[in-house]
């Protein structure tokens, strides 16, 4: 696997200790993946992504209705906002404190978008940015080479065959804080309860709204399946397509870049230079005309007093990243 130069280094306040023998044991699926879990990954990744499929001669043979469309909206932006604002800025990077319901609902919000248990989650995060396009990172698209072939089964391997990889996380020594946090280890444990209620959620609304199977069933094919599998290639983009190509304004030490056309769907995740430039930093799009609406909720929260501490980046340390500066400015 290739590497760039270290040219800047940032600070993350997760915590990365040895494993301890005094921690709780370890929350759902473990530090590794028995056979069954890979069987359920193929089957979650592959008939949400078929429905997805499914959806563009669906749509234009019968149409989407507006209740549906509501539904496939309102449940990909509370998924999105809790992986994005939940799992990655608050739980990873500590990039805001919060008051302990907002703790618990972003934990929900994240655990609703299918992406797995919260604490897995974080850990195998927090371990790609410690080894970000280098050697040891779980899903970098580099892992096997520059030339162009070895750039299309990277890019593969970023975006879903990292997942089926036997090689887990160790939660302890990536996340321990989360596992000591009773609740937090408990939303984490009862991922497949989350997941159940995700995906029961829009056929529930539909059928009670329609008073009947059929907006029961559309409601569950578009809110459900075709919501999941577009969340799921979103954020999976972020680890395949925002570090392969993209602008780099700023300096990191890995080949993280901005996707614009991502900004909106990835609820301003895929302004991913910068994240990884300053990983702490609350706002990721941070130059004139970038979208991040996961900054916009957390100023909101911040405001409610739901939130504070927030690592808002001011203008000095955002013109200390740019590549035109030198990697030890102030």
Known sequence: MTTSPDVLHTTDPAPSPSPSSDLPPATLGGDSKRSIEQIALLLFITVPFLALLAAVPLAWGWGVSWLDLGLLV??????CHGITIGFHRYFTHGSFKAKRPLRIALAVMGSLA????????????????????????????????????????????????WMFDEERTPQAKYAPDL???PAIRAISRQFIGWTVLSLAIPPLVGGLVTMSWWGAFTAFFWGSLVRVALLHHVTWSINSICHAVGKRPFKSRDRSGNVWWLAVLSCGESWHNLHHADPTSARHGVMRGQIDSSARLIRWFEKLGWAYDVRWPSASRIEARRQDQPANAA
């Open 74 to 79: 309102a449940m990909y932006y509370i998924g």
């Open 114 to 161: 299918v992406e797995g248990p919260l604490v897995r989650w974080v850990a195998d995060h927090r371990k790609h940015h410690k080894f970000s396009d280098a050697e040891g990172d779980p899903h970098s698209p580099w892992r096997f080479g520059e030339t162009l072939p070895a750039l299309m089964k990277g890019l593969w391997w970023a975006h879903i065959g």
């Open 179 to 181: 596992i000591k946090d």
